[in-house]
């Protein structure tokens, strides 16, 4: 059994490994019928050493007969600054793998339907919540330290699973994102043109071309 908060109540449930995921990347948690959270929801969950680790739901299996509602829960492993907050997701790197299938297409499952991101397996995919914020060309960096990564955001699915956004990234240079210099004059102005864009000063009627 194990323990998580949502909606302001602790709750019980059972949290068990996904069958045919071997990264444990993939879990079923298993709850009373009337517990309903819907697609993206952000979950803590206690790992075999009762370390808690963040989820999300990824949807709701369809198990009427079961008698319990059966979720199937991604693991958040990554997260990224989007304008200044921090965000949880799935990141996973390029390479067609059962592991990527099953995320992208629900695969196995008796939902169906398949996510219509982009489907180049030279590319990265994040799972997350859904995000107005995500949008194309969007440049983030992922990882920290050595490991961290500029990435470009390729494409992104709101629409296959409501709640949850797939989106598509490939490796891009890194920008530069020093703020531009401030001219230390008036009469400096000019040469900081092209980085702040402000008007340049009149020209006297001495300066006028072809006065």
């Known amino acids: 059994m194990a323990d998580f908060e949502y909606d302001g109540y602790r709750l019980w449930g059972s949290f068990e490994p996904y069958k045919q995921?071997?990264?444990q990347t993939l879990h079923y948690l298993l709850t009373q019928v009337n517990i309903n959270m819907p697609n993206g929801t952000v979950l803590e969950l206690p790992n075999k050493d009762y370390i808690y680790e963040k989820?999300?739901?990824l949807f709701l299996?369809?198990?009427?007969?079961?008698?319990?509602?059966?979720?199937?829960?991604?693991?958040?492993?990554?997260?990224?600054?989007?304008?200044?907050?921090t965000v949880w997701c799935y990141f996973h790197g390029p390479g067609r793998s059962a592991m990527r299938d099953t995320i992208k297409s629900r695969g196995g499952f008796s939902s169906g339907g398949g996510a219509v991101y982009l489907?180049?397996?030279n590319?990265?995919?994040?799972?997350m919540p859904k995000n107005?914020?995500?949008q194309k060309d969007n440049?983030?960096?992922?990882?920290?330290?050595?490991?961290?990564?500029?990435?470009?955001?390729?494409g992104f699915d709101v629409q296959s699973n409501p709640g949850v956004e797939y989106v598509t990234l490939e490796i891009v240079y890194r920008y530069d994102q020093t703020?531009?210099?401030?001219p230390s004059s008036a009469a400096a102005s000019e040469d900081f043109f092209w980085f702040t864009g402000q008007d340049l000063p009149a020209a006297s009627s001495s300066e006028t071309i072809g006065g």
């Open 21 to 23: 995921d071997e990264t």
């Open 119 to 121: 489907e180049d397996m």
């Open 123 to 127: 590319n990265y995919l994040m799972v």
């Open 55 to 57: 989820w999300m739901v």
């Open 179 to 182: 703020p531009a210099p401030a």
């Open 61 to 85: 299996e369809d198990y009427k007969a079961s008698g319990y509602n059966r979720y199937i829960m991604i693991k958040l492993n990554t997260t990224l600054e989007i304008n200044g907050e």
């Open 139 to 154: 440049y983030y960096e992922i990882g920290e330290g050595p490991y961290n990564q500029p990435f470009r955001v390729m």
């Open 132 to 134: 107005p914020l995500i």
